[in-house]
């Protein structure tokens, strides 16, 4: 893996790209004759994303908000959204689209801001999950791979901005971790 940092590769590139089809196949099945929409939460979910929309054989829209609730890698607690949704979806059928669903708390304020817009449904996709974290329990419809609680990188997670661009998931090093925080 050529980094010191990274201990581990946990889901490999193809693994990834088997799921995020079987996942498209899936949401292409149950929004049948829909124009559903994609909510991507920037930064971690964009890659995800892209791939999935490829995946999904339907008419779309797809669009972005931010939000943060980490520091480093240590989550704060409060969540903060950096960039709200720039688009209207009341009676729309959305779909939010999340890197990791980690201890839930980041998931649960963005259901409510999407919730208060009026949406004709709001469903969770996340590539990852990893609910031995789980603070506050959120409904996710289509979960790509539960993972242990291992601070994760790349296919769009990062580590300070860094390592987003791994074709794979892959666990930090702890001494790394630790020796950053």
């Known amino acids: ?85 720039e688009a209207s979806i009341t009676g729309r059928h959305v779909i939010l689209v999340e890197d990791i669903v980690d201890t839930g708390i980041t998931l649960d304020s963005l259901l409510e801001s999407l919730q208060s817009e ?20 959120v409904p996710i419809k289509y979960v790509g791979f539960e993972i242990p609680d291992e601070f994760v990188v790349g296919y769009g997670l990062d580590y300070n901005q860094q390592y987003r661009n791994l074709p794979y998931v892959a666990s930090m090093n702890a001494a790394a971790v630790n020796a950053a925080g």
């Open 118 to 137: 009026g949406p004709a449904s709001l469903e969770i996709c996340a590539l990852l999950d990893k609910k031995s974290r789980r603070q506050v329990e």
């Open 1 to 85: 893996m050529g980094n010191d940092s990274i201990s581990k590769a946990l889901i490999t590139a193809e693994d990834i790209q088997v799921k995020v089809r079987q996942i498209g196949d899936q949401i292409s099945r149950d929004y049948a004759g829909m124009h559903p929409v994609l909510v991507g939460v920037l930064n971690g979910a964009l890659i995800f994303m892209a791939d999935l929309m490829r995946e999904i054989d339907l008419p779309l829209e797809a669009y972005m908000m931010a939000a943060s609730s980490y520091d480093g890698y240590e989550s704060t607690g409060t969540v903060e959204i950096i960039k709200p949704l």
